[in-house]
């Protein structure tokens, strides 16, 4: 039994979960609504304030969906309660960030301004040298996150570019001098 799946995902005060047919699944609460069709082959069901993901057999593949998709309906319910939020640095003289709108323009040591817009449903906000992408779904979080700091990534030399706040650099040792 996998160990992920087996576990029941509580289901919060305040929070709306709908179960349609094809295992189409709709959470509401208090920060948005998230709607995602899982696969046929698992079994889910919403009852008494917990949803409960069962698996038909012991196939590799149905191993694998069944904490996938726990995992992927305990996001959701998380999301629309508490939200997720990354945050990311940028180190490097001349390399700032700036919001107009939804708009962020980074300056990075090209030629010109990187600029990038929001995607629907993230929101970013620049403190000084530090990026925070927030929103309800963590994949989208996740994946514009990824996307700025694909923009310059962080080299190991001396640092410079954009990494998450948690992310540790290894450091290279530079030229040996004479």
């Known amino acids: 039994m996998s160990r992920i799946g087996k576990l ?63 995992t992927l309906i305990h996001n959701m319910v998380v999301g629309v309660t508490e939200g997720y939020k990354k945050v990311l640095e940028i180190n490097g003289v001349g390399y700032r960030a700036a919001k107009s ?38 994949e989208k979080v996740g994946q514009y996150a990824a996307e700025i700091r694909a923009k310059r990534a962080p080299e190991p030399y001396k640092g410079k570019g954009i990494k998450y706040s948690d992310e540790y650099i290894r450091r290279k040792v530079g030229k040996a001098g004479k």
């Open 8 to 70: 029941p995902v509580v289901i919060p005060a305040g929070v709306d979960v709908v179960l349609d047919e094809g295992n189409a699944m709709t959470v509401k609460g208090p920060k948005g609504t998230l709607s995602k069709t899982f696969s046929t082959e698992m079994t889910i069901k919403v009852e008494d304030g917990h949803i409960v993901v069962t698996r038909p057999g012991d196939l590799k593949r149905h191993k694998a969906l069944h904490g996938l998709t726990r």
């Open 101 to 138: 709108g939804s708009k962020l323009t980074l300056t990075l040591g090209y030629s010109h301004p990187v600029e990038m817009t929001d995607p629907e449903g993230i929101s970013t906000t620049v403190d000084g040298n530090k990026i925070t992408v927030e929103g309800i779904d963590k």
